[in-house]
């Protein structure tokens, strides 16, 4: 990894004590720095979005109703999404971080990372929820469209939410493969990511959702993905590559109730780089301080090759909801992939 697109102007989306809050990015940042690591990477400055960059992916009445309420105090746009007097212009700020996360990427085959809030996966094209203002992500594959004509994407959103606005978006599109590693809907917020949501019309195919059970290990996850991601990539063959970055799966966080381990991201950013080897990485969910920190090193730490790790290496212990899990997904997807 090259790159880390952050600005200390995120802080101004001020959501006081709300999960979902400055203090996060702080953390991040904070351990990068103790650990050297930003000695070693490009820092570079966001620019905010154009409203034509928004009216890609959100209806114009979306856009206008976020700022309208923006320019007149802020509020809560639902029961947990937030916006304060200048979310709106910082919401355009993490939008472009995602941008300029992609471009950068794209032009200098490597990876880069938007260390940047509001998050974005939750908001579908008419709808903030969910934390989420603006669909970072979908904004910036969308930019890559229009301006560089890209044509086929592959997301990989391993946040412990299901990203329902991302999946929305592009629901219909078989040049925009959308897999998703998550808790089981049934338990967690925002109640859809089954399996049998695979994408409709041409996009049928193409939206992947792998949802795991409560108190799923690093071994579970490694099982499934192992099995996964590569034969569906490889068959794919993207042209560029978006990873949804989510901490909120680490044991200690108290949004989910998955049993992930400081391995887990480690092991990931071997695996996606091995796959994509230049790729856009979007920061997501991850609420627990001392996790979000340790784990961004030890996923930066990776991607930079300053870190081996040879825990998937070992023999996993795989519980049998997983094993079901994945029969059902080779069931389901067995006319679009083989695993």
């Given amino acids: 990894m090259t790159a880390l697109i952050y600005s200390d102007e995120y802080k101004k989306h001020d959501t006081g004590n709300h999960p979902e809050n400055q203090g ?35 209806s114009k009445s979306h856009v206008e109703e976020v700022k309208s309420l923006c320019e007149s105090g802020g509020g809560y746009i639902d029961y947990d999404t937030f916006a304060a007097p200048e979310s709106y212009e910082i919401a355009k700020l993490a939008a472009g971080g995602a941008i300029q996360t992609a471009d950068f990427a794209l032009k200098n085959n490597e990876i880069a990372y938007s260390v940047a809030r509001p998050p974005g996966h939750h908001a579908t094209s008419d709808k903030s929820m969910g934390f989420c203002i603006f669909n970072n992500l979908a904004i910036a594959l969308e930019y890559l469209k229009a301006v560089h004509k890209i044509k086929k994407f592959l997301i990989f959103d391993f946040d412990v939410h299901y990203g329902n606005g991302t999946a929305e978006i592009f629901y219909n599109d078989p040049d925009v493969l959308y897999i998703s590693i998550h808790q089981d809907p049934r338990t967690i917020f925002p109640g859809s990511g089954f399996i049998e949501e695979t994408g409709s019309g041409k996009g049928e195919g193409y939206n992947l959702n792998i949802p795991m059970a409560p108190s799923s290990t690093t071994d579970d996850y ?81 991607l930079n090759n300053i870190m081996t790790e040879d825990y998937y290496k070992q023999e996993l212990n795989v519980s049998e909801n997983t094993q079901n899990t994945f029969n059902k997904i080779t069931d389901v997807f067995s006319p679009f992939f083989e695993f």
């Fill in 24 to 58: 996060r990015l702080n953390a991040i940042m904070s351990s990068l720095k103790n650990e050297g690591i930003l000695d070693k990477i490009d820092i570079i400055s966001p620019k905010p979005a154009t409203t034509a960059d928004l009216l890609r992916v959100h």
């Fill in 222 to 302: 490694i099982y499934i993905l192992d099995q996964i991601l590569e034969p569906v990539a490889s068959k794919f063959n993207a042209d560029f590559y978006f990873v949804d970055v989510g901490f909120d799966g680490h044991v200690d966080d108290p949004l989910s109730s998955m049993a992930l381990t400081d391995d887990f991201y480690g092991y990931i950013a071997n695996k996606m780089k091995n796959i994509a080897g230049n790729m856009a990485l979007i920061l997501e969910g991850g609420y627990d301080l001392n996790a979000l920190s340790r784990c961004n090193v030890k996923m930066i730490n990776t």
